[in-house]
């Protein structure tokens, strides 16, 4: 008997290994894909996909080629939780994965502007919708495939393994930039390196495919599916029974999103070009600042556990206020050390806003809508938080300074804080 228990146990542990692997590894992947386009755009994409105005114009227009994929996102949430929900996560997610790829695939192929005109930029943002509509099924698969298989007691530390997909992703897409560009220079980079990280993602899409191809169905879904029949729509039961819920969710995520891109895409952006800092140089101080967002991830999923992810999540909005006041002025400085305290305070803060979502947005809705519910609000409120947060940020830049930047955070952190406050104490995790 104690034989059996002991094999049962290794059997259940090993199947936990699996699927926090599977989750962390496929959202690795999947941000992968998402962070190359963002670093792409910009770095490369405003003179190469759009017609010659002004350098300011062109990464404009890059940066809304970039938001395109936050549109899609909620659409392929819908779409991808209307299956996730009636027919399963693991099918769900291996589809996700492989439109997410394919779209990234194609944008190594692309021909640019000089070549084929406005076709170059139309194609670009249609491999970009592709990009979203795969991304809008990944997180909130992932996060369910964590937390309806975590034992008690360690749903938010399951749950924080496909947030450590974005900054595993990010060193991966940021890293291979970088040794592009140590190994090349400026006109071999602009003319053909920066298509090798699109081609890379075919290798990374595979790795995604065979790890989440080994997986079985969670036993949550499995038991809910036993318990009485689908919803044949979830959106529409969604917005029929859980309004509030949505609502809520949605501008709860905001504040993860400006910090992020802000600190990401956008500080790159200002950095090597109104600061004139080298692109090496600068990826360089990113790199070393997304270690700070591992380390508050992984600290605000220790710390959800042993009180609840909610009460994380508004500490993190009450921190991002601060230092959204500080971050435009220190970023602006020209100064190595204070762009890297800037990133870092801000990406670390960034963990506790978005560390504990894996938990938190999947709580708030019943097993049969969490796919729905959780990709909706996550991609909702990306939109706000995020595909605005580039331009917002450069348009701010160009009026008020660099000084004003920062506010944007700290105004997402304040929409985020509200909409927290709206919630519920505590959500049932089923």
């Known amino acids: 008997m104690n034989e059996q228990a002991q094999t049962n146990g290794l059997a259940v542990m090993w199947q936990h290994k699996r699927v926090l692997a599977a989750s962390l590894i496929g959202t690795a992947v999947e941000f992968y894909d998402f962070y190359i386009y963002a670093t792409a755009a910009s770095l490369v994409f405003g003179p190469l996909f759009f017609p010659s105005s002004s350098a300011s114009a062109q990464l404009l227009a890059a940066y809304a080629s970039f938001a395109v994929a936050f549109f899609a996102r909620p659409l392929g949430a819908a779409v991808f939780g209307h299956y996730g929900d009636r027919v399963g996560r693991k099918s769900t997610l291996v589809v996700s994965l492989m439109l997410m790829g394919g779209s990234t695939l194609a944008i190594a192929f692309l021909p640019t502007y000089a070549a084929i005109g406005w076709w170059a930029p139309l194609l670009l943002c249609l491999m970009r919708f592709g990009q ?147 692109r090496e140089h600068f990826l360089g101080l990113q790199l070393g600042a997304i270690l700070f967002m591992a380390l508050g991830i992984i600290t605000a999923g220790w710390w959800a556990d042993r009180s609840s992810p909610r009460t994380v999540l508004i500490a993190g909005c009450l921190f991002s206020l601060p230092m959204g006041a500080v971050f435009g002025t220190l970023l602006g400085s020209g100064d190595y050390s204070a762009i890297f305290a800037a990133l870092s305070i801000a990406l670390f803060v960034m963990g506790f806003v978005y560390g504990p979502l894996g938990a938190w947005l999947p709580s708030l809705f019943p097993t049969r809508l969490r796919y729905t519910g959780a990709s909706f609000g996550f991609n909702l409120g990306g939109i706000l938080g995020g595909a605005l947060a580039p331009i917002v940020a450069q348009q701010l830049v160009g009026l008020y300074g660099v000084a004003t930047v920062g506010l944007y955070m700290s105004l997402a952190a304040a929409i985020s804080l509200i909409a927290l406050g709206l919630t519920r104490r505590t959500p049932s995790p089923h």
């Open 132 to 278: 979203g509509f795969g991304l809008g099924g990944e997180w909130g698969g992932a996060a369910l495939l964590a937390v309806e298989n975590a034992p008690p007691g360690w749903r938010a530390r399951f749950g924080m393994f496909p947030q450590l997909g974005a900054p595993v992703g990010f060193l991966a897409a940021n890293g291979l930039f970088l040794m592009l560009g140590a190994m090349m220079d400026d006109a071999a980079f602009n003319s053909w390196g920066w298509r090798l990280p699109f081609l890379a993602s075919a290798v990374l899409v595979i790795l995604g495919l065979w790890i989440r191809l080994k997986l079985t169905e969670t036993p949550e879904f499995l038991a809910a599916g036993e318990s009485g029949p689908d919803t044949h729509v979830p959106l529409v039961a969604l917005f029929r029974g859980h309004t509030a819920a949505a609502f809520s969710g949605t501008f709860a995520v905001v504040a993860c999103f400006a910090i992020f891109y802000i600190a990401t895409a956008f500080a790159l952006g200002y950095g090597t070009t109104a600061l004139a800092i080298p």
